[in-house]
T-cell receptor
């Protein structure tokens, strides 16, 4: 089993759609959780951290379920500019900053 | 602006040649990392360094070497022992002080064997 698993995708949605990405992690001692966005041939950029209580940033909502070892990202009212690959990232150990990456889910938003 | 600078952006290596990828940061972060990304795959950890003059192997260290003589700099050498070096290489840094800070990445170096 991979340490961080994501929906394989790709997701192709029309503008204005709501899309949800799921991610599971295997290490129950994981410390911190993140969603990154990676555009084609570019570096990943932090989209948002994921907090236990859930958090929202504009059209983006992240949820964490520690009991189920599950993280989600919801994008509402999708824009063409949301097209990218979304990476789920889990910080396994705070002591050595061991971060584990999912393979990513590709999203294409179409007009 | 604080950030991470990777150079060169594109690098071509001949068979049997060693090449060094540069990574410099002015974020004052203690920890620095090198990842490799292959098409359609997740990032895989090559080496990481928590403090100056110390570094640890990641999951795919064979054929690579690093040094950490200064806090700001973490160069990666791809040696001739690395049999399939064509990939996108990403350097990252992270603060040890704030648990919910993620990585900051450099813009990457795309290495191609010719």
């Amino acid at each position: 089993r991979k340490e961080v698993e994501q929906d394989p995708g790709p997701f192709n949605v029309p503008e204005g759609a709501t899309v949800a990405f799921n991610c599971t992690y295997s290490n129950s001692a994981s410390q911190s959780f993140f969603w990154y966005r990676q555009d084609c041939r570019k570096e990943p950029k932090l989209l948002m951290s994921v907090y236990s209580s859930g958090n929202e940033d504009g059209r983006f909502t992240a949820q964490l379920n520690r009991a189920s070892q599950y993280i989600s990202l919801l994008i509402r009212d999708s824009k063409l500019s949301d097209s990218a690959t979304y990476l789920c990232v889990v910080r396994v150990s705070f002591n050595n900053n061991d971060m584990r990456f999912g393979a990513g889910t590709r999203l294409t938003v179409k007009p | 602006d604080g950030g991470i600078t990777q150079s060169p952006k594109y690098l071509f290596r001949k068979e049997g040649q060693n090449v060094t990828l540069s990574c410099e940061q002015n974020l004052n972060h203690d920890a620095m990392y090198w990842y490799r990304q292959d098409p359609g795959q997740g990032l895989r950890l090559i080496y990481y360094s928590q403090i100056v003059n110390d570094f640890q192997k990641g999951d795919i260290a064979e054929g690579y070497s690093v040094s950490r003589e200064k806090k700001e700099s973490f160069p990666l050498t791809v040696t001739s022992a690395q049999k399939n070096p064509t990939a996108f290489y990403l350097c990252a840094a992270v603060s040890n002080q704030v648990p919910n800070y993620g990585y900051t990445f450099g813009s990457g170096t795309r290495l191609t064997v010719v």
